[in-house]
C-alpha cells in the first residue's frame, strides 16, 4: 500500500493540466453497450476508476481497444448479457450504470446491487423508478437487482424524480434512447456530466434534448450507430487544484478548464478572498491577502458540489474566522474532520453541518485516507501544514486523480509517493 509523503510550506506557482471528467467518462463507458457499433472517446482520463468499468465492459465482451493516449474505442458488437459480478460491482458503485443499457439492449438485465460507501448508504431506488416507468419489471433477488422490460421492449414514459440524482437521470437517458416513443425526465440532474453524456448519446444517433436541464426528452430510436466524442474537463479535479493555489497562497493556471462549470465555487473563493478569472486556456486561481471563513451548502448541480466540500473544508481550516459548512446530498461526507483535526483544524460537527474555527496554522501528522474526495482534503492540509504530513492508503486518491503528486510537485510542492 502507498503514501505520500509532504514536506509543507511551499507556495504553487505554475500550470496544471486538467483531464478529462472521471464522472463524464463513466456513464459514457457503460453506454457503450448500447450500441452495436464503435463508440470512441477521447480525452478520457487514466484512473482507476476508468480501467475498472473498462475491465467490467470486456466481461460483457466488449472489445476495448486502448486506451492510447487518452483515447479509447469500445465495439459492444458481440456483447453478450451477463451478471455483473459483486466483486466487481462492490468496487464501484458506478457499475450500476451498466443497468439501463443492458435492459435497453438485450430486454433483461442482473447487475449486483451496489453496496454502501464510505459517504452513505447510496441506495438505488431512483434508477429502479426510472426503469420501471419505462415499463420494466425490477426485484432483488439476495442482493442482485433484475430487471426485465416488455415483451416488445421498453416503452417511453414520464419520470418525475423526487430530487435531482446524477446516476439515475443518467439511467432513464440510457434506457429511454432504445425505448418505443418518447421519454420526458422531470427535475433531472443537471450536472455538465449528464449534459455530456446527452452529448455522447445524441453523437451515437440518440434523438435527445434538454440534457443537463431539470427536462430532458428523449425520443426512442431502433439502433444507435458509430460515434466519436470528447469527454469534458473535469470540474472536480479543476476545483481540487484551485483550492490547492489558495490553501498555499500561490498561483496556477488550469489549463482545460471551464469556469463556467464551477461558478458556484468561484463564488465562494472570491468571497474568501481568492482571485479567480478565466483565461484563453483554461481559468487562473491566485491569492494574495488573508482568507476568510465564509459559510457554504453543497446542492445538486449548479449549486456547491458535494465533491468539493471536503476540499473547501480544508481552506476554511486556515481562514480568519469561523465557516459553516452544510452537506446537504449525502448523509456522511464528514469522514476527513477526524483527519483534518489530527493536523490541527478547529471543526465542530453538528449533525449536516460543520463549523470550522480558522487556525493561525496547520501542524503535520500521519492521517489516513477514506474516500476519493476526503483523501486529497488530507493531501490538500497537508501542503500548507508545519513538518512533514503523511496520507496513508493513497489508492483512493488515484481512482479519482491522474497524477496528482507529480502534478503539484511540477509546481512547486514537496511531496514523495513510496510504499508503507
Ligand atoms: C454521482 O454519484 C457522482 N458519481 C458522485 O461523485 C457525486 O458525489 C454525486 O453524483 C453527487 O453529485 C458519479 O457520477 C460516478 P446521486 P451518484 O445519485 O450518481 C441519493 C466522486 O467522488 N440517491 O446524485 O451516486 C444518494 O444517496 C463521486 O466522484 C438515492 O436516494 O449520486 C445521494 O444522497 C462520489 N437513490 C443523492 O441521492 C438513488 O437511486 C445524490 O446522489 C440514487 C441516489
Same mark, same amino acid.
Given at each position: 500500500?502507498?503514501?505520500?509523503?509532504?514536506?509543507?510550506?511551499?507556495? +504553487?506557482?505554475?500550470? #496544471?493540466?486538467?483531464?478529462?471528467?472521471?464522472?463524464?467518462?463513466?456513464?459514457?463507458?457503460?453506454?457503450? +453497450?448500447?450500441?452495436?457499433?464503435?463508440? $470512441?472517446?477521447?480525452?478520457?482520463?487514466?484512473?482507476?476508476?476508468?480501467?475498472?468499468?473498462?475491465?467490467?465492459?470486456?466481461?460483457?465482451?466488449?472489445?476495448?481497444?486502448? @486506451?492510447?493516449?487518452? =483515447?479509447? =474505442?469500445?465495439?459492444?458488437?458481440?456483447?453478450?448479457?451477463?451478471?455483473?459480478?459483486?466483486?466487481?460491482?462492490?468496487?464501484?458503485?458506478?457499475? #450500476?450504470?451498466?443497468?439501463?443499457?443492458?435492459?435497453?439492449?438485450?430486454?433483461?438485465?442482473?447487475?449486483?446491487? @451496489?453496496?454502501?460507501?464510505? %459517504?452513505?448508504?447510496?441506495?438505488?431506488?431512483?434508477?429502479?423508478?426510472?426503469?420501471?416507468?419505462?415499463?420494466?419489471?425490477?426485484?432483488?433477488?439476495?442482493?442482485? %437487482?433484475?430487471?426485465?422490460? @416488455?415483451?416488445?421492449?421498453?416503452?417511453?414514459?414520464?419520470?418525475?424524480?423526487?430530487?435531482? *440524482?446524477?446516476?439515475?437521470?443518467?439511467?432513464?437517458?440510457?434506457?429511454?434512447?432504445?425505448?418505443?416513443?418518447?421519454?420526458?425526465?422531470?427535475?433531472?440532474?443537471?450536472?455538465?456530466?449528464?449534459?455530456?453524456?446527452?452529448?455522447?448519446?445524441?453523437?451515437?444517433?440518440?434523438?435527445?434534448?434538454?440534457?443537463?436541464?431539470?427536462?430532458?426528452?428523449?425520443?426512442?430510436?431502433?439502433?444507435?450507430?458509430?460515434?466519436?466524442?470528447?469527454? %469534458?474537463?473535469?470540474?472536480?479535479?479543476?476545483?481540487?487544484?484551485?483550492?490547492?493555489?489558495?490553501?498555499?497562497?500561490?498561483? +496556477?493556471?488550469? $489549463?482545460?478548464?471551464?469556469?463556467?462549470?464551477? *461558478?458556484?465555487?468561484?463564488?465562494?473563493?472570491?468571497?474568501?478572498?481568492?482571485?479567480?478569472?478565466? $483565461?484563453?486556456?483554461?481559468?487562473?486561481?491566485?491569492?494574495?491577502?488573508?482568507?476568510?471563513?465564509?459559510?457554504?451548502? =453543497?446542492?445538486?448541480?449548479?449549486?456547491?458540489?458535494?465533491?468539493?466540500?471536503?476540499?473547501?473544508?480544508?481552506?476554511?481550516?486556515?481562514?480568519?474566522?469561523?465557516?459553516?459548512?452544510?452537506?446537504?446530498?449525502?448523509?456522511?461526507?464528514?469522514?476527513?474532520?477526524?483527519?483534518?483535526?489530527?493536523?490541527?483544524?478547529?471543526?465542530?460537527?453538528?449533525?449536516?453541518?460543520?463549523?470550522?474555527?480558522?487556525?493561525?496554522?496547520?501542524?503535520?501528522? @500521519?492521517?489516513?485516507?477514506?474516500?476519493?474526495?476526503? *483523501?486529497? *482534503?488530507?493531501?490538500?492540509?497537508?501542503?500548507?501544514?508545519?513538518?512533514?504530513?503523511?496520507?496513508?492508503?493513497?489508492?483512493?486518491?488515484?481512482?479519482?486523480?491522474?497524477?496528482?503528486?507529480?502534478?503539484?510537485?511540477?509546481?512547486?510542492?514537496? %511531496?514523495?509517493?513510496?510504499?508503507?
Amino acid at each position: 500500500m502507498e503514501r505520500l509523503v509532504i514536506q509543507g510550506g511551499h507556495r +504553487l506557482e505554475g500550470t #496544471v493540466q486538467i483531464c478529462g471528467a472521471k464522472n463524464a467518462a463513466l456513464p459514457q463507458l457503460a453506454a457503450t +453497450l448500447l450500441s452495436d457499433e464503435p463508440l $470512441t472517446l477521447t480525452n478520457v482520463p487514466d484512473l482507476a476508476d476508468i480501467r475498472s468499468m473498462l475491465t467490467l465492459m470486456e466481461h460483457y465482451g466488449v472489445v476495448v481497444k486502448g @486506451p492510447a493516449h487518452a =483515447t479509447v =474505442t469500445l465495439d459492444a458488437a458481440g456483447a453478450r448479457n451477463l451478471e455483473a459480478p459483486y466483486d466487481v460491482v462492490r468496487r464501484m458503485r458506478a457499475t #450500476v450504470l451498466v443497468l439501463g443499457p443492458l435492459l435497453a439492449r438485450f430486454g433483461s438485465a442482473r447487475v449486483s446491487q @451496489p453496496g454502501g460507501c464510505a %459517504i452513505g448508504a447510496r441506495p438505488v431506488d431512483l434508477h429502479v423508478k426510472a426503469l420501471q416507468a419505462l415499463g420494466a419489471t425490477v426485484s432483488l433477488d439476495g442482493g442482485t %437487482i433484475d430487471a426485465r422490460a @416488455p415483451e416488445g421492449g421498453l416503452v417511453g414514459g414520464r419520470i418525475v424524480f423526487p430530487t435531482p *440524482s446524477v446516476g439515475a437521470t443518467e439511467t432513464a437517458m440510457m434506457a429511454a434512447v432504445l425505448a418505443r416513443g418518447e421519454t420526458e425526465i422531470l427535475n433531472a440532474a443537471r450536472d455538465p456530466e449528464v449534459c455530456d453524456l446527452g452529448a455522447c448519446l445524441a453523437a451515437m444517433g440518440a434523438q435527445i434534448e434538454g440534457a443537463g436541464t431539470h427536462r430532458v426528452l428523449v425520443r426512442g430510436v431502433e439502433r444507435l450507430r458509430r460515434a466519436r466524442h470528447e469527454i %469534458i474537463p473535469d470540474r472536480i479535479e479543476a476545483g481540487t487544484y484551485a483550492v490547492a493555489a489558495a490553501i498555499t497562497g500561490g498561483h +496556477l493556471e488550469l $489549463t482545460g478548464a471551464r469556469l463556467e462549470h464551477l *461558478s458556484a465555487v468561484g463564488a465562494a473563493l472570491e468571497a474568501a478572498g481568492v482571485q479567480i478569472w478565466p $483565461t484563453d486556456r483554461g481559468l487562473m486561481v491566485s491569492r494574495t491577502g488573508r482568507l476568510k471563513g465564509i459559510d457554504i451548502t =453543497t446542492e445538486p448541480y449548479p449549486g456547491f458540489p458535494t465533491d468539493l466540500q471536503a476540499q473547501f473544508m480544508a481552506l476554511m481550516s486556515i481562514a480568519d474566522g469561523a465557516s459553516m459548512i452544510r452537506e446537504t446530498v449525502f448523509e456522511n461526507r464528514f469522514m476527513h474532520v477526524p483527519e483534518l483535526a489530527r493536523l490541527g483544524a478547529n471543526v465542530t460537527l453538528q449533525g449536516t453541518t460543520a463549523v470550522v474555527r480558522g487556525v493561525e496554522r496547520l501542524k503535520a501528522a @500521519p492521517v489516513m485516507a477514506t474516500d476519493l474526495r476526503a *483523501s486529497v *482534503s488530507l493531501v490538500l492540509a497537508g501542503l500548507v501544514a508545519e513538518g512533514e504530513t503523511v496520507v496513508n492508503r493513497v489508492y483512493h486518491l488515484d481512482r479519482g486523480y491522474e497524477a496528482l503528486d507529480r502534478k503539484l510537485v511540477r509546481c512547486g510542492a514537496r %511531496i514523495r509517493r513510496e510504499d508503507a
